[in-house]
């Protein structure tokens, strides 16, 4: 019954910026936690940034100062804002959100290349 539906991905160069959105529709509970997760490619997933129901924020190393999330709990809506990107960067960006139950997207692509 639920959809997270991420939007906001492309092809970008290095440098560029993106702002990548996942809105959640469906039975959607009381939110514990909303994130962003990515997976280059032949790699694991990994979390890039959290933001629990309390509104702390959590960054991965690697996007520390470059990536913002944010969110629009009225609207079940999280953000991530992403700047100064590398072609490190690049894998499918994946919205997560807990709430009575774990819930995932299916993922938008962020391609950084010249």
């Known amino acids: 019954q639920v959809q997270l539906l991420e939007s906001g991905g492309g092809l970008v160069q290095p440098g560029g910026s993106l702002r990548l959105s996942c809105a959640a529709s469906?039975?959607?509970?009381?939110?514990?936690?909303m994130g962003w997760y990515r997976q280059a490619p032949g790699k694991q997933r990994d979390m890039v940034a959290t933001?629990?129901?309390?509104?702390?924020?959590n960054n991965a190393d690697p996007v520390k100062g470059r990536f913002t999330i944010s969110r629009d709990s009225a609207k079940n809506t999280v953000f991530l804002q992403i700047n100064s990107l590398k072609p490190e960067d690049t894998g499918v960006y994946y919205c997560?959100?807990?709430?009575?139950?774990?819930?995932w997207g299916q993922g938008t692509q962020v391609t950084v290349s010249s």
């Open positions: 933001i629990t129901s309390g509104g702390a924020t």
């Open positions: 469906g039975s959607i509970f009381s939110i514990n936690l």
């Open positions: 997560r959100i807990i709430h009575v139950r774990d819930d």
